[in-house]
């Protein structure tokens, strides 16, 4: 626990298909999502972590990477998707009639 005023206790996650990766960071006060995921040297552990491409929220909302943190955030880093849910969708539906 954070005691200090001016520092932020964050998460920072990533999940790949088999692993989900939690940082808890302490960020400075008015710390930034983008800011925050640098510090918390995610980057550096998985390179296909493009901060031009991939998005990310805060418990499940999405936010920009300059959006302000409050204490106790999580910050989720999203994948990009393989295929679009709704054609995911039509694929197992036209599977399921031929089934």
């Known amino acids: 626990m954070v005691s ?3 520092l932020l206790q964050i998460e920072v996650v990533y999940a790949l298909p088999h692993t989900q990766i939690i940082k808890e960071v302490i960020v400075p ?6 800011k925050a995921i640098q510090l918390s040297g995610i ?5 296909d ?3 031009t491409k991939n998005k990310c929220g805060i418990f499940g ?3 920009h990477f300059d959006t ?9 880093i999203y994948r990009a998707l393989i295929i679009n849910p709704k054609d995911a ?4 539906a036209r599977n399921n009639m031929h089934a």
């Open 4 to 6: 200090d005023n001016n």
């Open 89 to 92: 969708r039509r694929i197992r």
């Open 49 to 51: 972590i493009d901060l």
């Open 29 to 34: 006060g008015g710390c930034t999502v983008g």
């Open 43 to 47: 980057i550096n552990q998985f390179p």
């Open 68 to 76: 302000p943190l409050q204490s106790r955030d999580r910050i989720e």
């Open 61 to 63: 909302k999405s936010v």
